[in-house]
């Protein structure tokens, strides 16, 4: 009874008029097929759109990286520039001349604007995501 029911939706769903069950399993079949190709279809397009957002955000993240390799190959500079002005400072014999004096304030100038440096390079990096 069941078995006829079915057979009778199916046929009309399906069919223009009677068909067999192979009929009917065929008709049943390429449905499926379809839905499983559209399915497919739209699953590519979407792996398509995460793919392209992923490689958006690593040309960013790349400037991102540059932006900050060039900060730090900077920092490192002037840090160099700082223990050459400190080491010259300590190879000074006596009492501060008005030139180590010089070399005082500028190194306190300098460590100001390295402070400086160091606070900017620090706002570049984004705060850390919350975990969970």
């Known amino acids: 009874m069941v078995c006829r029911k079915l057979k009778a939706l199916l046929e009309l769903l399906c069919c223009d008029g009677p068909c067999s069950c192979d ?8 449905c499926r097929s379809t839905r499983i190709e ?3 279809e739209r699953l590519v397009a979407q792996g398509e ?14 400037g991102f990286n ?5 900060a730090l190959a900077g920092l490192a500079s002037d840090v160099a520039i700082l223990n050459a002005t400190i080491a010259e400072l300590q190879n000074t014999s006596g009492a501060i001349t008005p030139e180590d004096q010089a070399l005082l304030d500028q190194l306190e100038s300098w460590g100001d604007a390295f402070a ?7 706002s570049l990096t984004p ?3 919350p975990i969970g």
């Open 23 to 30: 009929e009917l399993v065929t008709q049943a079949m390429h």
């Open 38 to 40: 559209k399915l497919l």
């Open 49 to 62: 759109r995460i793919m392209s957002a992923i490689g958006d955000f690593a040309v960013k993240q790349k």
């Open 66 to 70: 540059d932006r900050m390799d060039a």
């Open 116 to 122: 400086a440096k160091l606070e900017a390079l620090d």
């Open 127 to 129: 705060p850390v995501p």
